[in-house]
């Protein structure tokens, strides 16, 4: 009699090595698919915030722009040719000199080479309104009613273009106009 018995083998329990490179292989394919959307919402996200910090400089600088302008008078183009009285028309520019509410003369300039938006009070030397990662690439002031006594109340359309983002990554390109009126009555 046999008091030890051989363990029988059982050959259907467990995985073979084909069956374990096979599901490796379908968990690294996987994995690396995540990582790359995982990536792609890092990048995306990268890019959101630069934009919105940028953008929040360029809609200060706007904003900065329209209200000196509300309450500004003697509208001028580039060459500082104000026209006085009646029926003076309309100009576009991309350089506006006006007067502030504090009698200042104020010159906002579309610096072409360095891609900038600037500002110039009492002839103080200009300085840069937008940030580093914002290049302007057209800025054009159309304005009508400019001149006094031509009983039409002043009217600005300003139109902006250019690229925002330091990177190729995070560049993105936009288009802006608003519309600006004297806020005093042109008398």
Do not use: W
Request: with cysteine; proline share 4%.
């Amino acid at each position: 009699m046999h008091l030890f018995k051989p363990n029988k083998i059982n050959r259907k329990s467990g995985f073979t090595l084909i069956e374990l490179m096979v599901a490796s292989a379908i968990f690294i394919i996987v994995m690396v698919i995540a990582i790359g959307a995982v990536l792609s919402i890092v990048d995306a996200n990268r890019k959101a915030q630069s934009l919105n910090a940028v953008m929040t400089n360029l809609n200060f600088a706007v904003e900065s722009m329209v209200r000196d302008l509300n309450t500004g008078t003697n509208y001028c183009d580039a060459v500082n040719q104000c026209s006085q009285g009646p029926n003076v028309g309309t100009f576009s520019t991309p350089e506006l000199s006006f007067t502030n509410s504090h009698n200042e003369p104020v010159v906002y300039r579309f610096d072409q080479k360095n891609g900038k938006i600037t500002k110039e009070v009492n002839n103080q030397g200009p300085e840069d309104m937008t940030a580093p990662d914002t290049k302007i690439t057209s800025m054009i002031f159309y304005v009508e009613g400019h001149g006094v006594g031509d009983t039409l109340q002043p009217i600005i359309l300003l139109y902006l273009q250019g690229q925002v983002g330091a990177s190729p990554k995070t560049k993105s390109t936009f288009k802006l106009q608003t519309l600006i009126t004297q806020r005093r009555l042109d008398s």
